[in-house]
């Protein structure tokens, strides 16, 4: 069977059951080019490729790999993957769910003369090998048999019932009550994008006339214009909605988890009615890390939602040979291993490291350690695999009980640099690639021979969401500490700066040194590092570090980090040595004459954060949030009303001199008439 005789029978039996298939041509890089040009003759197709540039007489549209993101929300008859320099799991996942149910994904795979058997390179191969879901044309053999034919499958009528109930619910959020919000979770496929544009125009042709769209990008958004057909669906980016009243009936997010959690939240808080959807398993980030963290400020922002679950696939059948691959290259469908006894503690669990071609040669043991993953981080990649599988400083360690998986530890080992190379990255002339915590210590931080010193760094760490709250975490985190321990100078860490992680790194012994002055565009939060040492050269490090942070940190909070809530602060400051800062005789003269008199709190900014550092190192605090809304982060006193009182500014400095009073009544009572005696009335 000639090569295009094969795929238009191929292609008939895709849109016989639609159902899509994936071709794998395997021989010399011509012979892949020119076969690859027939099956698609006469064919629309879209290439994806760094170095090939096909004849311009033929149907083919090229996309270079690093623009493959805008594939994104597109469909395609075909698609044409150039992997001969190597899979690229990218590429890969989005290209996968571009494909129209009948089409074909064709890949050139890598030449069989080529080293290939390392990382994602060698796990694909194996997944491909063993797959029965894509078919084989070897150069100078014989073509494959087709799959075996069946009567013409028609689609599930379940899918459109889902549908329905996911239109209805994205309705009812304009006729219903206000604050109740519809979130649509799916997997790719399954219709969920074009629910919100069928939504959109039902509700249009009814009558409303402002419904806006916002999500990752206004063509990745295509399908949701598509389904609606009308011209009064508006597309605006989610921060110009943040910074400008849009006057909408309804907010559609589409692929809410590409936006960061801070940025959900604040449109939660402003706009009353609001539709999201969002994608369980894909490139677009992983739904269960996602609504992990997204549920309780649904929770906390709403006056109830509505989840709404999509399983059968619209744009193909169910059982689709193109989806299931995706799954198994991509562990795009791992779950959670099943726990069934809920009284495990740490010490009943074995710690262990696990090398990379273990992972590629066990598949159930990578699905385990990969769910987990995906559970504790907020969006998860295809890219993120490939170097879990093939990065040559990654380290992988994991609990298990009973042979199940119930923490993973992914560490990077950072650091070891020259001292010339150290130097040049405290001069900011070099960025080596990958070596976060050398380059904060060395360039943010001041220290030229830093990166000299060697680094674990923790990317990940999490625990089985049953068993958290255990002590399972520190037990992995003290295993993973001893194990590297021998071979570096600094633990740390790097993470969202929330006070419960925070507050979980130091009570790991982990010292804070720095909070980022820009919010990051995934979490939309403020990264915080946090560092331990281990040797006496790492040591000295790690002493500069924090004495550098006690020192700049509060200025910091009054400058650049002015969004900071009160709790993230806290969590930094109390019961840390690093701000066990004496306040000297000076200081606390100003702030007893500040108690004794009618003085604005604004006229001594300086004493009065220095006297705050200490009594929330300390503790002693009535009023602990208003010293830090007001005295470290310096807010006006119309957004201090909850921790000031109804009077402002009034019942504020009423509230800071009595708690100052107090608080140097009972730390400095043996001096406290000296003070008194040489202060101003």
Request: proline share 4%; net charge neutral.
């Amino acid at each position: 069977m000639q090569a295009a005789k094969f795929a238009r029978a191929l292609r008939v039996h895709g849109e016989t059951h639609r159902y899509r298939h994936c071709v794998l041509l395997e021989g010399t890089s011509d012979w892949q080019e020119r076969t690859a040009l027939e099956l698609l003759k006469d064919q629309r197709a879209t290439l994806i490729s760094k170095q090939w540039c096909p004849p311009v007489n033929n149907a083919l549209q090229r996309t270079p790999p690093s623009a493959v993101a805008n594939l994104l929300g597109t469909e395609h008859e075909h698609l044409l993957i150039d992997a001969r320099e190597g899979y690229d799991a990218i590429v890969f996942g989005i290209a996968s769910g571009c494909v129209q149910a009948g089409g074909l994904l064709i890949i050139l795979c890598p030449n069989s003369e080529r080293e290939l058997l390392l990382g994602f390179d060698q796990f694909c191969t194996s997944i491909l090998d063993d797959s029965s879901y894509c078919y084989r044309i070897y150069e100078n053999k014989a073509l494959e048999h087709l799959p075996p034919d069946s009567s013409t499958a028609v689609l599930s009528s379940t899918s459109f019932v889902e549908q329905e109930q996911a239109i209805e619910a994205v309705c009812h959020v304009v006729t219903g009550q206000r604050k109740r919000p519809a979130v649509l979770i799916a997997d790719r496929g399954r219709g969920k994008s074009a629910a919100l544009g069928m939504a959109a125009f039902k509700l249009i042709k009814n009558g409303s006339r402002s419904i806006v769209v916002t999500g990752r990008s206004q063509r990745s958004a295509a399908k949701v214009f598509e389904h609606c057909r009308s011209n009064q669906l508006r597309w605006s980016p989610a921060d110009q909605l943040l910074e400008v009243d849009a006057a909408c009936e309804l907010l559609l997010i589409d692929e809410a988890a590409s936006l960061p959690l801070d940025t959900l939240k604040n449109l939660l808080s402003k706009y009353s009615r609001i539709a999201l959807a969002t994608t369980v398993h894909g490139y677009e980030g992983t739904g269960q890390g996602f609504m992990l963290r997204f549920a309780p400020i649904l929770d906390a922002h709403t006056r109830g939602w509505r989840r709404v679950e999509l399983a059968t696939p619209i744009r193909w059948n169910p059982g689709d040979p193109l989806e299931y691959l995706t799954n198994r290259l991509l562990v795009q469908d791992a779950s959670l291993p099943a726990i069934h006894d809920l009284n495990i503690h740490a010490k009943s669990c074995e710690f262990e490291e696990v090398s990379q071609p273990t992972l590629i040669q066990n598949e159930e043991l990578l699905r385990e350690i990969y769910s987990l993953l995906a559970l504790a981080h907020y969006q998860t990649r295809p890219s993120d695999l490939t170097r879990l599988l093939g990065h040559p400083r990654m380290q992988i360690f994991r609990l298990f009980w009973n042979c199940r998986t119930v923490g993973v530890a992914l560490t990077m080992m950072e650091g070891g640099l020259s001292e010339e190379l150290s130097l040049k990255v405290f001069t900011g002339d070099r960025r080596p690639e990958g070596h976060a915590l050398p380059e904060i210590l060395a360039s943010q931080l001041g220290q030229p021979q830093a990166a000299t010193l060697r680094y674990a760094r923790i990317m990940r760490i999490v625990i089985h969401p049953h068993l958290q709250r255990r002590g399972l975490g520190r037990y992995l985190l003290d295993n993973v500490t001893r194990r590297l321990s021998a071979n570096i100078d600094i633990i740390g860490a790097q993470y969202s700066a929330t006070s419960g992680l925070i507050r979980f790194w130091r009570g790991q012994q982990f010292a804070p040194i720095r909070i980022s002055r820009g919010k990051s565009v995934k979490t939309g939060g403020h990264s915080s590092v946090s560092i331990k040492s281990i040797t006496d050269g790492g040591e000295e490090a790690v002493r500069c570090a924090r004495r550098d942070f006690a020192i700049n940190f509060p200025w910091q909070l009054s400058r650049v980090l002015l969004d900071l809530d009160d709790q993230t602060v806290m969590a930094l400051i109390e019961n840390n040595p690093d701000f066990d800062i004496l306040p000297d005789n000076e200081v606390l003269r100003q702030v007893i004459a500040y108690c004794k008199s009618q003085r604005n709190d604004d006229t001594l900014p300086g004493a009065l954060s220095k006297i705050a550092i200490y009594g929330l190192f300390l503790g002693k605090f009535n009023s602990p949030t208003l010293w830090i809304e007001r005295i470290l982060l310096g807010r006006d006193w119309s957004e201090c009303t909850d921790s000031a009182g109804h009077d402002g500014w009034k019942s504020g400095n009423r509230r800071l001199r009595e708690d100052a009073r107090q608080f140097i009544q009972k730390q400095f009572s043996n001096d406290l008439s000296e003070f008194e005696n040489n202060s101003p009335t």
